[in-house]
């Protein structure tokens, strides 16, 4: 079928409302978009979908939320046992139609005579992780497109350990979702009678509370917080999402009570209309918080994305401005402050192992060598953080100290199974006032780390390419690389190339070939003579080509020089292949 055959049918079928059919009314002379719109199915990937809100087959919107829901429903029941008692849990953040998605969600899986426990308000992502372990469910479903544009939302889907569905789940879960071709034939309820069936209930400040005492569990140092918080201060944006109260009440339970929040940003809005960006990766996104910290002269600045499974902070350094900590940096030195509060506690285990994804940087390696912990590498993804985290659980074989990845996503502690910034935010400010009592700061502490350990940095460039036209390029250029792989990038040769889609690592001075013992992913990754190290793969959440960057050397100034002329290289190269595809 063809995308004006499927906006046509958009049009005339009785099943789309009036509204749907005016905003594809007003659209009809624009072919292009509609294309946009029509030419596929909105992608349910490896965890869930996302994409624009609006009418149409590949946009998001209460047609492809119910059609997905069905295809969920259907693999409920064809492979869980227990799947419609022991139910679904439902979250949601701030975006538009959030609320609307997530009830919609429901009242399908009620249709289908699955129980749901649907949260009151919005909620962070990790809280619903926690919820569905808490609660023993079959899975969750989050509403929530994390840092896009604010024209965006998704739908995550998560399974009974409380982590995302992993590839195999997603497969089938995909296959009973394609074979829903006709969106009328998706079951619903209607809320009042999902209510009286005992099929939709509503949960709220209980999980709250429960969810909370587990985050502050975790916690290290907590006689140390709770005697000395007061001398740190503390300035927090939750940049217009679901973080506010969540992680205001953690901090100031644990006893930091000098703690700021920039109130424009404090309350939800859809709109970000603060922001450019609600991603805290984005220094702009700190404007705000800034000027606060400035004013208050705050120690730690913090800032959550708006689903709050991310945080990034910046630092007060000496003449009272502001040094940022990206996401690597806050990985290696959450590894360097637990290995060492647990060492000297005598709480360290045995079998120890930290778990980061192929893209994070390499330095806490030599940190855990230090400590004799392992630490283990997975595909790029929290849910395959939290699928070892759950392996390791069941066989007994490691105790789980860290994981994380380098776009500011951690967790400490097993309560959850996905990445948390509600946690990160406690121990960044924990952290923070430890090394405070030894008169540094967490900048201090970075200097230190990379003195013993060595220079490493790391960077990112990003490829936004919309469209088909987009995707089709994307997936070429990779194609295309595979095909031919480099014999050297920015001037140092290619020594090792793992490809991740093959499964395959081949070493290029030896010829020799092994296999990689991950799952099958379009990543491409570069091992370079000197020890760098690129990485290339699409993003799965957004339409972008993702490059990754990394280099060890032993001087800052070495490690700024190699950095910079690598990613200025590559990123010539790719664009070149870009422009031949």
Not at 405 to 410: C, I, N, R
């Amino acid at each position: 079928m063809n995308f004006m055959t499927r906006y046509r049918d958009w049009l005339l079928s009785d099943y789309f409302d009036e509204e749907t059919k005016l905003e594809l009314e007003n659209i009809k002379e624009d072919e292009e978009e509609i294309e946009d719109r029509f030419y596929k199915n909105l992608d349910f990937g490896t965890g869930g979908m996302r994409g624009k809100i609006g009418a149409g087959s590949n946009r998001i919107n209460k047609y492809t939320v119910r059609k997905a829901t069905q295809g969920l429903a259907n693999y409920i029941i064809n492979y869980s046992d227990s799947g419609r008692e022991s139910g679904v849990v439902i979250a949601y953040d701030s975006r538009h139609k959030s609320a609307e998605f997530a009830l919609e969600t429901a009242l399908v899986l009620a249709g289908n005579g699955i129980k749901t426990y649907l949260f009151t308000g919005l909620r962070p992502t990790p809280e619903l992780s926690f919820a569905v372990r808490e609660l023993n469910a079959t899975g969750g479903v989050v509403i929530t497109a994390s840092h896009n544009p604010a024209n965006y939302n998704g739908y995550k889907v998560y399974w009974e350990d409380g982590g995302q569905v992993v590839p195999e789940q997603a497969r089938d879960i995909i296959a009973e979702i394609e074979e829903i071709d006709d969106y009328s034939i998706v079951k619903r309820m209607e809320a009042e009678q999902a209510e009286s069936e005992g099929l939709l209930e509503y949960i709220d400040s209980e999980i709250d509370r429960k969810f909370q005492e587990n985050v502050l569990d975790v916690i290290p140092d907590q006689t140390l917080v709770a005697e000395k918080g007061a001398n740190l201060k503390v300035v927090y944006t939750p940049l217009h999402g679901t973080g506010n109260m969540p992680v205001r009440n953690a901090l100031t339970e644990l006893g930091f009570s000098k703690l700021s929040v920039v109130e424009e940003q404090a309350k939800p809005d859809p709109d970000f209309s603060t922001i450019e960006s609600p991603n805290p990766e984005d220094e702009a996104a700190f404007a705000m918080a800034r000027e606060l910290a400035t004013k208050k002269k705050a120690d730690l600045v913090l800032a959550t994305d708006p689903d709050c499974d991310r945080v990034a902070s910046l630092v007060r350094v000496q003449a009272g401005d502001y040094q940022s900590l990206n996401g690597n940096e806050i990985g290696v030195l959450l590894a360097d402050y637990l290995l060492e509060r647990l060492s000297e506690k005598g709480e360290l285990p045995d079998n120890g192992v930290m778990i980061k994804t192929i893209v994070s940087t390499e330095m806490i390696r030599p940190i855990a060598d230090k400590y004799g912990v392992e630490v283990v590498d997975v595909l790029t993804g929290f849910k395959f953080i939290g699928e070892k985290i759950s392996d390791y659980e069941k066989s007994g074989e490691k105790s789980f100290i860290l994981g994380f990845e380098e776009s500011l996503g951690y967790l400490v502690g097993t309560y959850a199974r996905d990445k948390d910034a509600v946690v990160a935010s406690v121990l960044l400010a924990t952290m923070a006032l430890y090394q405070q009592e030894q008169g540094k700061t967490l900048i201090d502490r970075l200097a230190e780390l990379r003195e013993e350990f060595g220079y490493f940095k790391e960077d990112l460039q990003s490829i936004r390419l919309e469209g088909k036209a987009g995707q089709e390029k994307i997936t070429e250029t990779i194609a295309s690389l595979r095909e031919e792989a480099p014999q050297e990038l920015a001037g140092r040769k290619v020594e090792v190339v793992k490809d991740y889609q093959k499964g395959k690592i081949y070493d290029i001075k030896t010829g020799e070939e092994k296999d990689l013992d991950l799952p099958k992913s379009n990543v491409l990754q570069y091992l370079l003579a000197g020890g760098g190290k690129v990485t290339i793969r699409p993003s799965g959440t957004e339409p972008k080509l993702k490059l990754y960057f990394a280099v060890r050397e032993d001087t800052a100034e070495e490690a700024t020089a190699e950095l910079t002329a690598m990613t200025e290289k590559v990123m010539q190269l790719i664009n070149e292949v870009l422009n031949e595809n």
